[in-house]
């Protein structure tokens, strides 16, 4: 499949199935083939998407190995007593790859490859190495969305890159 993801918006926060299909329907393709796979029912899911326009140089995401949705009492302290096993799902249209610290289990959905992961699995952002549009999926536990956590269910305004070389980006 041949996406422009230049043509999309920023992506949306923590949607459900419905609204994810009304907000960005040119994810949907991916997110049909995924469902029969899920290891609970749809309706306790929600999806992340972030489309970013990428320059060499440019992490998508945190550079440095972290965990994803570390349960976080009301000051943002993390909980990891609470941690579940349940399962993440990610996609992504193309390089950067996020890196994971152990390899994480593919599932082959017939056209697309997703990544089953936890919030245990360390893994970290991976630096573009071309100008690209890149295009990231995520699938998750609507129970992990901290109640703290803004816009849910919502198309996103913004998405940031990090970068370590400053130096790098002149016009
Ligand atoms: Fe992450």
Redesign the pocket.
Known sequence: MDQDWSKSHNGIMLCTFEQTRELMPEVMPMLDELIPHLEHDIDEYVVDVKIHMLMPGEYP??PNW???FVPRDKDRKKIPSQITGDKMYLWVSGAPY?EFKKDPVKIETGEFTWTEFTQRDL???VKSEIHTWRCFIRVIPKKFIHPGTLNVGTVRRHTQVYIEEPDLFRW
């Open positions: 995401c945190i972290h965990l994803d996020t893994h970290r952002g």
